[in-house]
C-alpha cells in the first residue's frame, strides 16, 4: 500500500482523523460511546483544577500545570494514550459518524454519488458476518500472483502493485513537489517501512521480546492465509527482514533533506542498484513506458536501497513469497475476518502500543471510510462544523504571531544581515491556510460496492494511486492539502513556504473563541508559532523564501545555529522517558525548535495584542503565567508503557513533559512569571539558556 507522499513537519505524529445495503444484514453495532471528557474549562478556556499546586513550578512545570488532571485521567482501553489531541479526535470522529449514518439512510445496489458511495462503503465495512464468512477467501488472486513469482520482473510487478492495493514492496514510490523546483512535481523513491516500527527493533538487544512477538505473529498471519509451514517460515522471514533493516538507513538521517535528495535517470537507478528490475517495477506501477530509461527519478537512499536490493537478490526465493504473503495478510487485516483483525490488533496495537482493547467496529468503519473518501467527508464536516466567521478569527490570530515572528527576527544576534533579510521574505512569503482547502476532491470514478469489503478497499488505494500519477510531469497545485479537516493536527509544507491549521484542531483547549486572550495565545498561538518556526528549523531553513533546496545561510550562520541546536539537542538527550530510555535529540530537532520558537512567538504576540496596557490577571494569574499554562495544558497526555518506549525510538516530537518542561525552562519571561530560582530542578542560568529565535 502506499504511504505518506510528503515531507512534513506536523504538531503531532499521531494525527487522529475525525479521525449500505439494501437488504440490511447482521452488522456490527455503530452506536458512539458516552461523551468524552473535556481537557479544559469551558468558562474561560482554562483548567486550573487539572493543576497540582503542590509541585513547584520551578520542579516540574508540566506537572504543576498538569498533574491532578493526568492522575485522575484513565486511558480507554481502545487507546494507547489519552489527552486533549485524543478528546478532540473523539469528537471529531463522533461527528464523522453522524455523517456516514446519515449517508447510509439511502443505501443502492450500485452507488453513484459520492453520498451513496459513502453509504455503502461503512455499511459493508459494518457487515462482520459477512466478512468472518469470507474468511481468508477474498485473498485468493493475490496470494495466487504471489506463488506464480518467478523471475525479476514477475517480482518488481508486485512490489508495484504495493501502490494500488494490498501487496507490500520495501521501495516506496511517490510523486511529490521537486525539492530543487518546488513548482513541479517529481517521482521519488525511498526505502519503506517493514513490518516492525524501526530498524532498531530488529538490531537492538532491549527490543528482542517485541522481535519474538512479531516472529509470532508472521506465524500466525502465514497461518491464516493457508501459507505453507507457517512456523519455518515465519523464522525465516524475520531473519530475512533483519538483514533488510541493517541496510536501510536510521530516522535521523533520513531527516538530512540535502543526502535524501539524489537525482538520477532510471537507466542510472538500474546501475546504482541492480538486481531490481526497475524498468517492470515502473511501468506496471502506471509511469509511461516512453524512453522510461531517461525519465528522471529522485532517489532518497541509493545505498540502502541497493543493500537492501542485494538481499532480496541472495534471499531464497521461497522466503521472499512467505515474506510478501505475510504482508499482504497484515495489510489487508483491517478487512478481512475477525481473526485477522484480532491478530493485526494483538500484535500492531497490544503488543506494541500496550491497548488492552481493539476499538469497536464502528470506529473501526469510520477510520478505513476516510481513508478511502476523506475528503468527501472533509467537504460536509466544514459545513456542519466549521462556521465561517471561525476561519476569519483564526486567520487573524495567525497575522499577529506572524508579525511577532518579523519583529524576533530582527533582533537575531546570530545571524548576518544578508540571512536575516533572507529570512524575512520568506516569512513574508508564507502562506497561511485555515479551516479547510480552497477546492475539493471528487471521487468520481471511484467504484464501491455493498458487500465487497476487501475489493471496496483495494480500489480505494487504486483511486488514490491514480490521482497521485495524475500530478506527473504537471505544474504543483498549490490548493492541495495534506490532511482533511477533520483532522486534529497542523503541518508545514517546506515547498510551498505554507502552513495549515484543518478545522478540527481549532477548538478548545487549543482556540476558544470565548475563553482567556492569553490562553488562546498559549495554545493555538503557540501552534502557528511552531509551525512557522518549522520553516526555520534544521531542516526547513534549507528551504528558501520559494520553497527551493539549497544553502541560503552563510557558512557562519549555519555553524552558529547549528551550535545552538546541538546546545538544544543535549537537553532532550538528556531526558529519560522510562528508565534507561531517553529522547534522542537528533530525531526529535525540528520539532524541539519548533516547540520552543512558537511558544516564544506565542508570548511576543500576546504581549503585542496588549496595545502597551497591562495584561489583566484573571483567577489569580498573570497574563504571562497563562500563556505558559495555555502551552502546557495541550499537551496534557498520557501515554501507555509500550506506547511511549515505542514514541522514543520512532516519533520525532519528544514526550509531552518534555515539550512543556524544556521550553519553559529556556524561556527567561517563564522564569520571572512563576518565581523561578537556583535550586528549581528545571532552572537553567542564564548562559546555559537557548535562544534561537
Not at 513469482?149 to 508495484?160: K, M, Q
Not at 538528556?574 to 529522547?583: D, I, N, R, W
Request: charged share 25%; net charge neutral.
Amino acid at each position: 500500500m502506499t504511504g505518506k507522499n510528503k515531507r512534513l513537519s506536523s504538531l503531532w505524529l499521531g494525527a487522529v482523523s475525525g479521525l449500505a445495503l439494501l437488504a440490511q444484514p447482521a452488522l456490527a453495532q455503530d452506536k458512539a460511546g458516552p461523551a468524552s471528557v473535556k481537557p479544559y474549562d469551558p468558562s474561560w478556556g482554562f483548567n486550573m483544577a487539572g493543576m497540582d499546586t503542590a509541585i513547584k513550578p520551578g520542579n516540574n512545570f508540566f506537572l504543576y500545570a498538569n498533574g491532578t488532571y493526568l492522575k485522575n485521567i484513565v486511558i480507554p482501553p481502545d487507546r494507547s494514550s489519552f489527552g486533549p489531541f485524543v478528546i478532540l479526535a473523539e469528537t471529531a470522529r463522533e461527528r464523522v459518524q453522524s455523517i456516514l449514518r446519515d449517508a447510509r439512510k439511502n443505501p443502492s445496489a450500485d452507488p453513484k454519488t459520492t453520498e451513496e458511495k459513502l453509504g455503502a462503503y461503512y455499511s459493508t465495512f459494518l457487515d462482520t458476518a459477512r466478512a468472518d464468512k469470507l474468511g481468508a477467501s477474498p485473498l485468493k488472486t493475490d496470494l495466487e500472483t504471489i506463488r506464480n513469482e518467478h523471475d525479476a520482473a514477475s517480482l518488481a510487478r508486485i512490489f508495484a502493485a504495493a501502490q494500488s492495493g494490498f501487496h507490500f514492496s520495501p521501495f516506496m514510490l511517490m510523486i511529490n513537489a521537486d525539492d530543487k523546483d518546488p513548482t513541479h512535481y517529481a517521482l521519488m523513491l525511498h526505502q519503506a517501512d517493514l513490518g516492525l516500527p524501526d530498524r532498531d527493533y530488529y538490531l537492538k538487544p532491549e527490543f528482542a521480546s517485541k522481535k519474538k512477538a512479531y516472529q509470532a505473529y508472521v506465524d500466525r498471519i502465514l497461518t491464516l492465509t493457508g501459507w505453507a509451514n507457517p512456523s519455518v517460515n515465519a523464522g525465516k522471514v524475520v531473519a530475512f527482514e533483519t538483514k533488510l533493516a541493517e541496510a536501510q538507513w536510521s530516522r535521523t538521517a533520513l531527516r538530512d533533506p540535502v543526502k535524501t535528495y539524489n537525482p538520477m535517470t532510471v537507466d542510472e537507478l538500474a546501475k546504482r542498484v541492480p538486481g531490481i528490475d526497475w524498468t517492470a517495477y515502473l511501468v506496471a506501477a502506471g509511469i509511461p513506458s516512453d524512453n522510461i530509461g531517461a525519465r528522471r527519478i529522485v532517489v532518497g537512499e541509493p545505498s540502502a536501497l541497493a543493500g537492501m536490493a542485494k538481499v532480496i537478490v541472495e534471499a531464497d526465493p521461497a522466503v521472499v513469497k512467505a515474506w510478501l504473503a505475510f504482508h499482504l495478510g497484515n495489510n489487508a487485516a483491517r478487512y478481512l475476518s475477525h481473526d485477522f483483525v484480532q491478530a493485526a490488533f494483538d500484535f500492531n496495537d497490544h503488543e506494541l502500543e500496550g491497548q488492552p482493547e481493539l476499538p469497536a467496529r464502528w470506529k473501526q468503519a469510520v477510520g478505513r471510510t476516510e481513508d478511502a473518501m476523506g475528503w468527501a467527508i472533509g467537504k460536509i464536516y466544514v459545513h456542519r462544523y466549521f462556521p465561517p466567521e471561525a476561519k476569519a478569527r483564526i486567520t487573524a490570530l495567525t497575522q499577529d504571531v506572524k508579525a511577532a515572528f518579523g519583529r524576533r527576527l530582527t533582533h537575531v544576534a546570530w545571524m548576518a544581515p544578508e540571512t536575516r533579510k533572507a529570512a524575512e521574505r520568506k516569512l513574508q512569503n508564507f502562506e497561511i491556510q485555515v479551516g479547510y482547502p480552497n477546492k475539493w476532491r471528487s471521487y468520481d470514478g471511484l467504484v464501491v460496492k455493498p458487500g465487497d469489503l476487501y475489493g471496496n478497499g483495494a480500489r480505494a488505494f487504486a483511486f488514490e494511486w491514480k490521482y497521485q500519477l495524475g500530478h506527473l510531469d504537471k505544474a504543483v497545485d498549490r490548493n492541495e492539502w495534506f490532511m482533511t479537516p477533520q483532522t486534529v493536527n497542523a503541518y508545514n509544507d517546506p515547498n510551498q513556504v505554507e502552513i495549515v491549521f484543518p478545522a478540527a484542531i481549532l477548538q478548545p483547549p487549543f482556540f476558544d473563541p470565548k475563553g482567556d486572550t492569553a490562553v488562546n495565545y498559549g495554545g493555538i498561538g503557540g501552534v502557528i508559532g511552531h509551525e512557522m518556526t518549522h520553516s526555520f528549523d534544521d531542516q526547513g531553513r534549507q528551504y528558501d523564501e520559494h520553497g527551493r533546496l539549497h544553502q541560503w545561510w552563510t557558512p557562519d550562520d549555519v555553524k552558529r545555529f547549528q551550535a545552538l541546536a546541538d546546545k538544544f539537542g543535549k537537553q532532550y538527550d538528556a531526558f529519560e522517558v522510562l528508565p534507561g530510555t531517553h529522547l534522542n535529540g537528533k530525531l526529535t530537532m525540528g520539532e524541539n525548535i519548533a516547540d520552543l520558537g512558537g511558544l516564544t512567538l506565542a508570548l511576543d504576540a500576546y504581549h503585542a495584542s496588549l496595545h502597551g496596557k497591562p495584561a489583566p490577571v484573571v483567577h489569580g494569574l498573570t497574563g504571562d503565567q497563562r500563556v505558559f499554562l495555555g502551552w502546557a495544558q495541550v499537551w496534557r497526555q498520557k501515554l501507555r508503557e509500550d506506547s511511549i518506549r515505542k514514541r522514543a525510538v520512532t516519533d520525532p516530537h519528544s514526550a509531552p513533559e518534555a515539550r512543556v518542561n524544556i521550553p519553559m525552562h529556556n524561556i527567561d519571561a517563564w522564569y520571572a512569571a512563576f518565581g523561578v530560582k537556583p535550586g528549581d530542578k528545571l532552572y537553567l542560568s542564564p548562559e546555559d539558556r537557548v535562544k534561537i529565535w
